[in-house]
Nanobody, 121 residues
Framework: QVQLVESGGGLVEPGGSLRLSCAAS????????MTWYRQAPGKQRDLVAS???????EYADSVKGRSTISRDNAKNTVYLQINSLKPEDTAFYYC???????????????WGQGTQVTVSS
């Protein structure tokens, strides 16, 4: 059993910052790429930022330059720092991680339940 739990969302004024966390727990042998997605009401779920085991990152154009994704492999946790928040950043933020539960299993994608981020004055 694997669980991903996001935290750190909330209500923030435009121009503010947030740091989201996503911790994986359970029967974990190894974790590959970890990715943040977001989904606004009535819209599709979009990739925000992704990080590989080795630390290579990629960002959506909408957050590039004002966000940082990082991970702590010892804690099985991925973080997303977003600065200069805009109302259009309002969305439910989800993390996804590719996890092997045993040495011989294939990696499988797991999702967290998400955390709401609202940017409003």
């Amino acid at each position: 059993q694997v669980q991903l739990v996001e935290s750190g969302g909330g209500l923030v004024e435009p121009g503010g910052s947030l740091r989201l966390s996503c911790a994986a727990s359970g029967s974990i042998f190894s974790i590959g790429s970890m990715t943040w997605y977001r989904q606004a009401p009535g819209k599709q779920r979009d990739l925000v930022a992704s990080i590989t085991t080795g630390g290579s990152t990629e960002y959506a154009d909408s957050v590039k330059g004002r966000s940082t994704i990082s991970r702590d492999n010892a804690k099985n946790t991925v973080y997303l720092q977003i600065n200069s928040l805009k109302p259009e950043d309002t969305a439910f933020y989800y993390c996804n991680a590719y996890i092997k539960t045993t040495r011989y299993s294939s990696p499988r994608g797991y999702w967290g339940q998400g955390t709401q981020v609202t940017v409003s004055s």
